[in-house]
């Protein structure tokens, strides 16, 4: 079984960064395709950027050349970072990562950005 915990969400101003971390449990973490998702009030849960197992990324459009998904195998960690931020980018963020066919899911740290 895998366990996902974020941290890091929080208000920020137009323009402005946050990092997100999310925490996994276990020693299989090498193995585990990571992902940050997103979900606004009204909208359905959305990608926003997604490492393999080998390190190959994949971004949504709307968050390219801002957004960066990083991962620390060492310390069992996967990071956002997130710069130049939207009010769009206004919603929920979820870690997940697939093991064995299950899905596994944190429970969201809240980015809400405002001025």
């Known amino acids: 079984q895998v366990q996902l915990v974020e941290s890091g969400g929080g208000l920020v101003q137009p323009g402005g960064s946050l990092r997100l971390s999310c925490a996994a449990s276990g020693s299989i973490f090498r193995s585990l395709p990571m992902g940050w998702y997103r979900q606004a009030p009204g909208k359905e849960r959305e990608l926003v950027a997604s490492?393999?197992?080998?390190?190959?990324?994949n971004y949504a459009d709307s968050v390219k050349d801002r957004f960066t998904i990083s991962r620390d195998n060492g310390k069992n960690m996967v990071y956002l970072q997130m710069n130049s931020l939207k009010p769009e980018d206004t919603a929920v963020y979820y870690c997940?990562?697939?093991?064995?066919?299950?899905?596994?899911w944190g429970q969201g740290t809240q980015v809400t950005v405002s001025s």
């Open positions: 997940r990562s697939t093991y064995s066919g299950y899905l596994y």
């Open positions: 490492m393999s197992i080998g390190g190959t990324t």
